[in-house]
């Protein structure tokens, strides 16, 4: 078949047996869909993919997450019989997430993408592959709203994409084979749980304070104060009150105005700020909320109450260590169990692995200390170090160093032979002299 204009043959495992189906419900999520309707606005709750995103915080969340992976340096390599570990840019893999895995989008915008939608549940990614070798060609994000699960009668599990993707109408079952899946946090293994539906109640209260703080300030954000009449006032004396005083005194363009009341009328000022509101409550609430969820640090979400510039690196760490770091290992066993072939993947001959050792090297002082540590230690030598910085090799840096005057490891044997030699007790220089001065006397008596 043609896709993206070019020919691309899919690799089909045992296909799933046809299931009789008598009817479709309006929720049914492959109907949903087709007809391009987000089936997760159909629960309870009024918070939806696009209604978290709205929340500021974890519109920042789900950015530091999915950016910091796309960010990260990624490759495949090749693992040799001795276990010997090297980089592999030969590789069709390789390739195809070195350059552009999709012609619309290039690695960055594929990573960002499959991780916004993995942590509001699931990341789908179609492989298309080659017909001829099986190899992939391209991986094309899936919106997880558009997928289905489906199991056959032996278990198979398959995947059925129906919806409108990039304007093109998709109607397809795919093998697990052929779908890369990324999970959130998962209770039985094969598909994450939505965020939307089990954090519901959290979105839906961020939404409704959200809501609320827009009305608080269409409003004036405050009520301006209370006039009381002596007397009791007709509906449509209340009315016209009412609309003369917003006409001629509510916003900011009336501000400083004066008012004049008659009757008996007694005018008293309300002042209320946003912490009287509890705007400020709620917004921090919600911050709090989203960073539990997401397991992103409070600072980062700028709420630094709690933080100083001595904890912050720690907290940097944290978010690495705890974060980012099983996100990172999701992905790489992802990648690397669908795009490579069994042996490969079984023997661990190939494999797609991030690095995350540049974020937690710390400032430049601290990669300072670790990079001199590991050349006076011998554990990588100069050009390695080079390499990590973007620098050109040298000339001898391919050498291993130890604190024995900075000496090549591979002379190490010589440099101790002639130390040695130098231990060994010589004459004084008062032998010395006197074994010269008797030669000629014993050579003059004889």
């Not at 869909?33 to 159909?42: E, K, M, T």
């Not at 990614?125 to 558009?146: F, H, K, N, S």
Request: charged share 20%; proline share 5%; glycine share 8%.
């Amino acid at each position: 078949m043609q896709i993206f204009g070019y020919e691309i043959g899919i690799k089909r495992t045992t296909q799933a047996p046809a299931q009789e189906q008598r009817g479709l419900t309006l929720t049914d999520p492959s109907l949903l869909a087709y007809f391009g309707v987000d089936p997760s606005q159909f629960h309870t709750g009024s918070a939806n993919n696009n209604g978290v995103l709205s929340i500021p915080p974890a519109w920042a969340a789900i950015r530091y997450i999915s950016e910091g992976i796309a960010s990260l340096n990624r490759g495949v390599f090749y693992r040799e019989s001795d276990g010997d570990v090297f980089p592999d840019n030969s590789s069709a893999v390789a390739q195809l997430l070195g350059s552009r895995p999709h012609p619309h989008y290039t690695t960055f915008d594929f990573l960002q993408a499959l991780v916004t939608n993995a942590c509001l549940g699931n990341g789908y990614a179609i492989v298309w592959r080659d017909g001829a070798t099986t190899r992939p060609v391209a991986l094309e994000i899936v919106p997880q709203e558009y997928v289905t699960l489906k199991f056959s009668s032996n278990g198979q599990l398959f995947y059925h994409v129906c919806g409108t993707i990039n304007e093109r109408p998709v109607n397809i079952l795919l093998p697990e084979t052929d779908m890369i899946h990324v999970k959130g946090v998962t209770m039985t293994g094969v598909a994450g749980r939505r965020v939307t539906l089990v954090h519901s109640s959290s979105f839906d209260t961020a939404l409704g304070a959200q809501q609320y703080s827009n009305t608080w300030f269409e409003k004036g954000a405050s009520v301006g104060g209370l006039i009381t009449y002596p007397n009791p006032l007709s509906k449509e004396q209340r009315e016209a009150l009412r609309g003369k005083l917003e006409t001629q005194h509510a916003g900011s363009r009336n501000a400083g105005s004066f008012m004049v009341l008659d009757a008996g009328a007694d005018f008293k000022a309300v002042q209320a700020g946003p912490k009287d509101a509890a705007v400020v409550d709620f917004s921090n609430l919600t911050t709090i909320h989203v960073s539990q969820i997401f397991k992103v640090p409070l600072h980062l979400l700028s709420q630094l109450d709690r933080s100083t510039f001595s904890n912050m690196e720690q907290q940097n760490q944290d978010f690495v260590v705890h974060c980012l770091g099983p996100w990172a290992r999701k992905i790489e066993e992802e990648i690397t169990s669908k795009c490579f072939t069994t042996s490969e993947v079984r023997n661990r001959r190939r494999f797609f692995a991030f690095d995350l050792s540049p974020l937690q090297m710390g400032d430049m002082v601290s990669q300072a200390t670790f990079f001199a540590s590991a050349i006076q230690n011998g554990w990588m030598t100069p050009n390695e170090v080079r390499g990590k910085k973007n620098l050109n090799r040298i000339e001898g840096g391919d050498q291993l160093f130890i604190q024995q005057n900075m000496a090549p490891m591979d002379m190490l044997a010589e440099i101790l032979e002639g130390k040695n030699k130098q231990t060994e007790t010589p004459q004084s220089e008062g032998e010395a002299e006197k074994d010269t001065d008797d030669e000629p006397e014993e050579s003059a008596t004889a």
